[in-house]
């Protein structure tokens, strides 16, 4: 019986020592790379100064690598003769960018701390910061996240939202990720910066009743029935460079650019908190920077798992 407990005081401590280091913590490179924070936020100062959109592009960058299997950096990876990343997957191809970003901030860390920080955790601060810029709130963000040496271009294709998702499937599918249907809203408020392509809002503007018509109107105007499929158009038309509760005003005006936007208010279980965020940006910006540190704690590797890349784009 001694034996049996012993046995089992030891596995309980192995499950308490696994679950440990697997948390997170914002000052986990506190001694190891001290200046990391620093490094980033000027980077990040740089690139959107020159380029307001990439502070967007960073952010959704963030969010394609943590819906598919984890924030670990599986996005950044490229393609090789042996080997499919997630680059070239629908929702990716020729819509993803930032990547040169993460790179040069990567070089930046590399200089200051030889294999030290993760590509993972660098485009959480990256995206974090890209938000502040705009004018969104900070958050702390928590670190300790690893590399994978791995990625699923079939995951990428299957478990990313489509702009042309519904209400329904939009809560299952972050509901599968751990996210509840508020975070799902809170989070879509990242469509209060950046653009998207013609061909992903052209049936809204076209064909759906739920859209304001001097709105469809305008987005007609560089969207095309037929072609021009890559031709942009600001997710809010109001304040394009600006993280803020204007992409939720919009929606309450029916003017949410894509079908996956204006789902979140149209008759629905979201309509509440939709007109709450429109009228309450503190509320908004609050509860976005929640919902970021829950999205980034999506599966992380941790502890031996995975590798600290030496280069984001490929394995060690």
């Keep these: 019986m001694a034996f049996s407990?012993?046995?089992?005081?030891?596995?309980?401590?192995?499950?308490?020592?696994?679950?440990?280091?697997?948390?997170?913590?914002?000052?986990?490179?506190?001694?190891?790379?001290?200046?990391?924070?620093?490094?980033?936020?000027?980077a990040m100062t740089q690139v959107i100064n020159s380029n307001p959109r990439m502070g967007a592009s960073i952010l959704r960058l963030f969010f394609h690598d943590c819906f598919v299997n984890g924030c670990d950096a599986s996005i950044l990876l490229d393609d090789t003769a042996t080997f499919t990343g997630e680059k070239n997957a629908l929702p990716n191809q020729n819509s993803a960018l930032g990547y040169e970003v993460i790179d040069s901030i990567k070089s930046q860390v590399e200089a200051s701390c030889n294999g030290t920080v993760s590509c993972a955790d660098i485009l959480a601060l990256a995206a974090r910061d890209g938000v502040f810029l705009l004018r969104g709130r900070s958050w702390n963000v928590p670190?300790?996240?690893?590399?994978?040496?791995?990625?699923?271009?079939?995951?990428?294709?299957?478990?990313?939202?489509?702009?042309?998702?519904?209400?329904?499937?939009?809560?299952?599918?972050?509901?599968?990720?751990?996210?509840?249907?508020?975070?799902?809203?809170?989070?879509?408020?990242?469509?209060?910066?950046?653009?998207?392509?013609?061909?992903?809002?052209?049936?809204?503007?076209?064909?759906?009743?739920?859209?304001?018509?001097?709105?469809?109107?305008?987005?007609?105007?560089?969207?095309?029935a037929t072609g021009g499929n890559t031709n942009l158009a600001p997710l809010d038309i109001q304040t394009a460079n600006q993280l803020d509760n204007n992409y939720f005003q919009n929606l309450v005006a029916l003017r949410g650019l894509l079908h996956s936007d204006q789902v979140l208010f149209n008759n629905g279980s979201q309509d509440a908190l939709v007109q709450n965020y429109s009228l309450n940006n503190g509320r908004f910006v609050a509860d976005f920077a929640a919902a970021m540190v829950k999205m980034g704690n999506i599966s992380p590797l941790t502890g031996t798992q995975g590798e600290i890349r030496m280069n984001c784009s490929r394995i060690n």
């Design 5 to 42: 407990t012993h046995v089992i005081t030891l596995t309980l401590l192995a499950i308490l020592v696994s679950m440990s280091s697997a948390q997170l913590s914002p000052t986990f490179y506190a001694t190891t790379c001290p200046n990391l924070q620093t490094i980033v936020r000027n």
């Design 143 to 224: 670190l300790g996240r690893r590399d994978a040496r791995t990625a699923s271009q079939t995951a990428a294709n299957n478990e990313l939202p489509s702009p042309f998702a519904d209400l329904s499937t939009l809560i299952s599918m972050f509901a599968a990720k751990g996210l509840n249907a508020q975070e799902m809203t809170v989070l879509s408020g990242a469509h209060s910066i950046g653009q998207a392509q013609c061909f992903t809002f052209r049936t809204r503007i076209y064909n759906e009743t739920n859209i304001d018509p001097r709105f469809a109107t305008t987005r007609r105007a560089n969207c095309p």
